[in-house]
């Protein structure tokens, strides 16, 4: 049996405050987005639950971290550096991988802006040339780390995602080439592989779960819907769970739960992986407690 990899997973940070938008930045959907903010998201999304959350994970020293998107709001100019800053402040870019969120591609003006300002936490083992592209594979211990992005400019009120034809067929190819490997294959992506939203479903979803139903991963994370979730999709071998968590600044509002994150035991047991996820998430006091432990497989 092979020694045990622990792999860390948050979500949706929104990383508050906001800094104040300029009156040529509030044109078109970041005024509904920055209303919504001054309206309700600033009461929910604290720095302090954050930074709780964040402690306590890095109290836990996992191997690895994942962090599966929406670290701005509005896409603004001025909070891709507080972002990075942050980014830095969770760990090295070798031992964090950054996907983006919608939020993160709001706008069309700034939709590039995240590859910049984080590359080095987007990058594969391989380095790209011309910069930044998606899907790439990150090698940790077992793990085999493939990152999508589902990040895409939208129109007012709505967040949906695409990966589009190309980063399909690229991740293809990629667990193509995997499949003659002893790798665990952990897919991150933003938005979820099911949703019943018009508004936030990932458009070509059908075309991922059917790739996924040639090919295989072990595990799916995600983020988007700032709620604890576990579906099963169908696999070439059996059920593969994909799992999102709630926003990782957020206090419990509704039918969202407060902050939580996951961490992810896997061991290589003969011919059989095993994995168990474990919950850790905020309680009134803003004190992290475990809340669940699951054996998925």
């Known amino acids: 049996m092979m020694a045990v990899y622990t792999l860390a997973h948050l979500s949706d940070p929104h990383l508050p405050p906001l800094p104040s938008p300029g009156l040529r930045e509030l044109a078109g959907k970041r005024a509904f987005g920055y209303l919504n903010w001054t309206r309700n998201r600033r009461k929910i999304h604290r ?115 695409s990966l589009g034809r190309v980063q399909l067929e690229a991740l293809e190819r990629i667990l193509t080439q995997l499949s003659a490997e002893q790798a665990f294959r952990v897919l991150l992506v933003h938005h979820p592989l099911r949703s019943d939203s018009r508004i936030k479903r990932l458009t070509d979803s059908h075309l991922l779960l059917a790739l996924l139903k040639r090919h295989g991963v072990e595990l799916i994370l995600h983020g988007h819907d700032h709620i604890h979730s576990t579906i099963w999709i169908e696999g070439p071998n059996g059920q593969i769970p994909a799992i999102g968590v709630p926003s990782a600044s957020a206090l419990a509002h509704g039918r969202h739960p407060a902050a939580a994150y996951n961490l992810f035991s896997i061991e290589r047991d003969g011919a059989a992986w095993r994995c168990e996820q474990t919950i850790r998430g905020i309680d009134h006091a803003l004190r992290v407690q475990p809340l669940q432990r699951v054996a998925l497989f």
């Open 47 to 161: 720095r302090e639950v954050l930074d709780a959350l964040v402690s306590d994970l890095q109290a836990r020293a996992p191997d690895h971290i994942a962090i599966t998107g929406d670290l701005v709001n509005l896409a603004l100019e001025a909070e891709f550096a507080p972002a990075r800053a942050w980014l830095e402040s969770v760990g090295a870019p070798d031992r964090v991988t950054v996907i983006p969120g919608n939020h993160d591609a709001y706008v069309r003006a700034t939709q590039g802006r995240f590859a910049e300002a984080w590359a080095e936490y987007l990058v594969g083992d391989i380095a790209p040339v011309g910069g930044v592209t998606f899907p790439f594979v990150r090698r940790r211990g077992p793990l085999a780390l493939i990152s999508l992005s589902s990040a895409v400019p939208t129109p007012p009120l709505m967040a949906t995602g």
